[in-house]
């Protein structure tokens, strides 16, 4: 089992920057990939950004965040971030962390956390 914990959202303004953690803890050894979805009201959950844990850190980015956020992982805190920059009112929505044992697929979820971009 994998216990995701998320921080970092709040309200913010316009082209300002915010950063997100997710602090993981449990069964994180092994390959597995993690990532940050996102979900506004009326609209379908979506990827935001993940990383695959393997030889290389690969990562992959939808193209609405594309140059503006950037996802790491710490190893040494076993936390995740999604670093977002010029923010824009289009990015307010539940933030959610994820994290998938590729081997095994299954799935675990962050509680989400709220961020707000006001205009």
């Known amino acids: 089992q994998v216990q995701l914990m998320e921080s970092g959202g709040g309200l913010v303004q316009a082209g300002k920057s915010l950063k997100l953690s997710c602090a993981a803890s449990?069964?994180?050894?092994?390959?597995?990939?993690m990532g940050w979805y996102r979900q506004a009201p009326g609209k379908e959950r979506e990827l935001v950004a993940n990383?695959?844990?393997?030889?290389?850190?690969?990562?992959n980015y939808a193209d609405s965040v594309k140059g503006r956020f950037t996802i790491s992982w710490d190893n040494a805190v076993n936390t995740l971030f999604l670093q977002m920059n010029s923010l824009k009112p289009e990015d307010t929505a539940v933030y959610y962390c994820n994290f998938v044992h590729t081997l095994s697929t299954m799935t675990y979820w962050g509680q989400g956390t709220q961020v707000t971009v006001s205009a």
């Open positions: 990383i695959m844990f393997g030889i290389d850190r690969r990562t």
């Open positions: 449990g069964n994180v050894a092994g390959l597995w990939r």
